[in-house]
Structures are given as structure tokens and as C-alpha cells.
């Protein structure tokens, strides 16, 4: 049973641990291990990561009693040239969340997306979105933390919350 956790702003050095989570978020289901580098030399998933940690780029690691990262959540501005799954906009950070499957169900998400939620709001933005794929146990984490489907894609939604 893991034990508890704390949670520290990213920096640039977490990069590979944020592909790391890109690829726990991408094989949320329990038949879906696709491997990294599978995941990762796409640029539908690499443009969550690659060039990080820009100077629009924000988020949080939440790590073990032993400083070992395991989850993170951090949002990105991408352009309308090169949208992500969650784009709603030009000035609508989009949210990206992945923890390792032993620390699910253990409040390490939820704790993370409400950190990067207040950051979020304290920078002054209005709104922050995510894409989710449907069947995705986080859905009901997501609505009770405030975020509401906004729009219905093939398979997945996009969730946008209000910040204030």
C-alpha cells in the first residue's frame, strides 16, 4: 500500500519523467501498454513534452517518501497551428495528468490537478481544458473537481473547468 506523498513545482529536469507520464496517461486502460517509444515519436503525444519547460509551461510532480517522482500534472499553451487533443482556444492552457498505476485511487491526481488549478488561476487564466478518453476511470475525478465536457470527439472529450 503506498505510503503518503508531497508535491513540488516541475522543472526543467523532469522532462523525461513528464514523458513518462504522457505514456501513463496514454495507456490508461488496462489492455492499452503501447510502449514509449511508440507513444512518444508521435507528435499527437510528444507535443506535451518536447522543448520542456518552456516559458508558458507550468506544473506539479507529486513524489514518495524517497523523493521518487510518481505522478504529475502540468498544462502547456499550444497554438491553434499545432493543437493538442484538449484545445479550446488561443489562451486556454491545456492540462496533461499521469500517475504510475500503483499510486492510483490514493488522492495523488486529485491533489495534483488542484495545485495546477490554483497556479493556473493565479496567472490569470480564465479557463484550463483537458482531453479525456471516453471509458477513462478519471472522467468522474475530473467532473468533481469542476470540469465539464465542452466538446465530444471520436472516443474521447475535451473538459474544460473555469478558474474564476
Same mark, same amino acid.
Given at each position: 500500500?503506498? @505510503? +503518503?506523498?508531497?508535491? $513540488? #513545482?516541475?522543472? *526543467?529536469?523532469?522532462?523525461?519523467?513528464?514523458?513518462?507520464?504522457? !505514456?501513463?496517461?496514454?495507456?490508461? @486502460? +488496462?489492455?492499452?501498454? $503501447? #510502449?514509449?517509444? *511508440?507513444?512518444?515519436?508521435?507528435?499527437?503525444?510528444?507535443?506535451? !513534452?518536447s522543448g520542456w519547460?518552456?516559458? +508558458?509551461?507550468?506544473?506539479?510532480?507529486?513524489?514518495?517518501?524517497?523523493?521518487?517522482?510518481?505522478?504529475?500534472?502540468?498544462?502547456?499553451?499550444?497554438?491553434?497551428?499545432?493543437?493538442?487533443?484538449?484545445?479550446?482556444?488561443?489562451?486556454?492552457?491545456?492540462?496533461?495528468?499521469?500517475?504510475?498505476?500503483?499510486?492510483?485511487?490514493?488522492?495523488?491526481?486529485?491533489?495534483?490537478?488542484?495545485?495546477?488549478?490554483?497556479?493556473?488561476?493565479?496567472?490569470?487564466?480564465?479557463?484550463?481544458?483537458?482531453?479525456?478518453?471516453?471509458?477513462?476511470?478519471?472522467?468522474?475525478?475530473?467532473?468533481?473537481?469542476?470540469?465539464?465536457?465542452?466538446?465530444?470527439?471520436?472516443?474521447?472529450?475535451?473538459?474544460?473547468?473555469?478558474?474564476?
Amino acid at each position: 500500500m503506498p @505510503s +503518503s506523498f508531497r508535491i $513540488r #513545482p516541475a522543472t *526543467q529536469a523532469d522532462g523525461a519523467f513528464l514523458s513518462d507520464m504522457v !505514456v501513463e496517461a496514454a495507456n490508461w @486502460s +488496462s489492455g492499452g501498454a $503501447r #510502449p514509449k517509444h *511508440q507513444i512518444m515519436t508521435s507528435s499527437e503525444h510528444s507535443r506535451y !513534452v518536447s522543448g520542456w519547460m518552456r516559458p +508558458s509551461d507550468a506544473g506539479f510532480v507529486a513524489v514518495d517518501d524517497q523523493g521518487e517522482p510518481i505522478g504529475a500534472a502540468w498544462y502547456r499553451m499550444l497554438p491553434r497551428s499545432d493543437p493538442g487533443f484538449g484545445y479550446v482556444g488561443t489562451g486556454v492552457p491545456e492540462l496533461i495528468i499521469g500517475v504510475r498505476p500503483i499510486w492510483r485511487a490514493h488522492g495523488v491526481g486529485r491533489t495534483l490537478l488542484q495545485r495546477l488549478s490554483e497556479h493556473a488561476a493565479s496567472a490569470g487564466f480564465a479557463r484550463i481544458s483537458l482531453s479525456v478518453e471516453r471509458g477513462n476511470f478519471a472522467v468522474s475525478l475530473y467532473r468533481s473537481e469542476g470540469f465539464a465536457v465542452t466538446q465530444s470527439g471520436i472516443g474521447r472529450d475535451t473538459m474544460v473547468k473555469r478558474l474564476r
